[in-house]
């Protein structure tokens, strides 16, 4: 095993944490390019260690915007790791070991009470709807290592847009009337947009970038957040295909989210109800380019199944809508599900 990393990292932690007296571990990730390594001290504190890819001045971005949003989110109280170092030359950043439990682990063992999972889940939407309040007061979107906020250009290029590269042509080679599915997009988009974008957003806030701690959950992965909608965050919980709940406990949770939300700032709650379903739309969208994307081209073949459940997740919400709001794309995915 390759101990640059973990070498960098003790002489970042300081004297001691000295290389020979730490075991190493390392850390596989889902979709990243990014590598990880747990260190575990002889006295049995731990950490863990995350470097870009080298000579990638877009990944070294990335990294310091994990460094910059996470002490933010600290102050602000969101329940992410601690951070204990940063090398701005290199980009390692050295943060808390959360452990090997994720939500969604807890959501796919047997061992896992229903109400114990939901207890769970509540927790989460509970915490987020604060998350997303409480840090949007001094966020600085020059944290921001991509765009410093989610909007329609985002929505049309790398939500539908991608679901139509990188799924519909790329992976399944489809025909597709281009011209009407892009007009559908665009209405897509214009709903969507409707929506107020000034909270912060994580922008993938799912079963699996949530740790489960001694019974309390705790956030990771929001490098890439910025300000955004309330609904956007929330739908990629709930509509995640790694978990597929049921259709009740999403019901559920979007009230008690709906809750804390409104015990925070003054929010209609049909109103919400109305942008979250446009929003989960995008999310679902974006999730299907991901996984056709990084199923086929980059080979992890771990994401390839869970194409399916996402293409009948986008295709029950599009069906909750009337039969003429969005017929091209209905019809798309009807496609897809025949193909995948």
Known sequence: MDNALAKQACAL??????LERVSVEQLTPDGSQRKFCRLVHEDGSARVAIAPPENDAVALKEAAAGWTIGRHLLSCGVPV??????DETSGVLVCEDLGNVRLHDVLMSSDSPPDYVETLYTQTVVQLARMQVRACAQFNTSWCWDTAVYDRHIMLERESGYFLRALCHDLLGLQVDLQAVHQEFERLADWASQADIGFFLHRDFQSRNIMVLEGKVRFIDYQAGRLGPLGYDLSSLLIDPYATLPQEMQKRLVERYLDELTALVPYDREQFKNEYLALSLQRNLQILGAFAYLSHRRRKLFFGQYIKPALENLYENLNRLDQGK???LRSLVEQCLTEV
Do not use: K, M, N
């Open 81 to 86: 790791s601690a951070l204990f170092a940063y």
């Open 13 to 18: 932690l300081g004297s001691t944490w000295q």
């Open 326 to 328: 969005f017929p091209f």
